[in-house]
């Protein structure tokens, strides 16, 4: 990375997210940063879509600088790069979310996808932050003891911590386990990072969406 940005390039910006009915989270959100800040261009696309032309050619006559997209998988970030270089447009900034941390992009965008920058609340949990991060060493040891020659991705990294985040509960719960108690010792938990493994962060549910049992 190592280059400076535009002035404007965060005020003249687009966002391009995800929206399939069934993962609204991140793209919701991404979608209110853009219009806070006042970004031209913003639209949800399908994940069936395979074509993002159109929407290069209308952000460049828009004056876009800064691109920014979410819960993209690698192939849609690639085909995303490969348009923007076949029309031979290239923002001042360019930023993706955490699932650009694989290294099969440079594989199918090249340099295409040379500079972006990668929004990333995790360690580098393919292998990279091992040393500086033991829960990172443990985790890939087992995935290699579970299925040998896998590459963790951003869904092992999640399961691997959503395992971590049910053990902390169960333990909490104590030897009597219920639903409704793991359920409860769920609520407890103020703060979790996965023993390193992600950014700290309160995980707990709103206050608004009480704790079911059956």
């Keep these: 990375m190592g280059r400076s940005l535009e002035a404007d390039s965060l005020e003249r910006g687009a966002f391009v997210g995800l929206r399939d009915g069934g993962h609204p989270g991140h793209s919701e959100v991404g979608w209110l940063a853009a219009e806070s800040v006042g970004w031209h261009y913003q639209r949800g696309y399908q994940p069936t879509e395979t074509d993002f032309t159109a929407d290069v050619i209308r952000i460049r006559q828009a004056g876009v600088k800064g691109f920014y ?108 386990l219920t639903r409704k108690g793991v359920l409860a010792a769920l609520q407890k938990i103020d703060q979790f990072d996965g023993n390193g493994l992600l950014a700290p962060a309160v995980p707990r549910r709103s206050a608004s969406r009480p704790v079911t049992s059956s």
């Design 69 to 176: 997209t979410t819960s993209a998988d690698p192939k849609t970030l690639a085909r995303l790069f490969n348009a923007m270089k076949q029309q031979n447009f290239r923002p001042a900034f360019m930023g993706i979310g955490a699932s650009g941390y694989d290294p099969s992009i440079i594989t199918l965008a090249g340099a295409a996808a040379e500079g972006v920058y990668v929004d990333q609340q995790l360690a580098l949990y393919a292998g990279g932050d091992a040393a500086a991060v033991p829960e990172v060493g443990l985790m890939n040891q087992w995935v290699q003891k579970v299925k040998p020659g896998w590459t963790p991705d951003l869904y092992t990294a999640f399961a691997w911590a959503s395992g971590r985040m049910l053990v902390q509960a169960l333990q909490a719960a104590g030897p009597h």
